[in-house]
Nanobody, 115 residues
Framework: QVQLVESGGGLVQAGGSLRLSCAAS????????MGWFRQAPGKQRELVAT???????TYVDSVKGRFTISRDNGKNTVYLQMNSLKPEDTGVYYC?????????WGQGTQVTVSS
């Protein structure tokens, strides 16, 4: 099995920054995509950012230029640097990895941006 442990969420004022981390452990033998999704109250979970094993990134339009995804393959860890945060970025952020066709999710970390 694979376990994902997230950290870095919290409460921040609009315009502030947070950095999320997600470390994968267990039966790791070749992670393909690593990424972050989020779910705001009353809304569906949406993709925020992903990165392939070759380093190609994808971002939802609303975070382009403000968020940066990165990964440390040696540590099986993915990061999300979030700058210029807005109240609409509030939600539970979930780490997501895909390994040989199987998707794994973290438990989620709350991000709250106050106006």
């Amino acid at each position: 099995q694979v376990q994902l442990v997230e950290s870095g969420g919290g409460l921040v004022q609009a315009g502030g920054s947070l950095r999320l981390s997600c470390a994968a452990s267990g039966r790791i033998f070749g992670i393909n995509n690593m990424g972050w999704f989020r779910q705001a109250p009353g809304k569906q979970r949406e993709l925020v950012a992903t990165m392939t094993s070759s380093g190609r990134t994808t971002y939802v339009d609303s975070v382009k230029g403000r968020f940066t995804i990165s990964r440390d393959n040696g540590k099986n860890t993915v990061y999300l640097q979030m700058n210029s945060l807005k109240p609409e970025d509030t939600g539970v952020y979930y780490c997501n990895i895909v390994q040989v066709g199987t998707t794994y999710w973290g438990q989620g970390t709350q991000v709250t941006v106050s106006s």
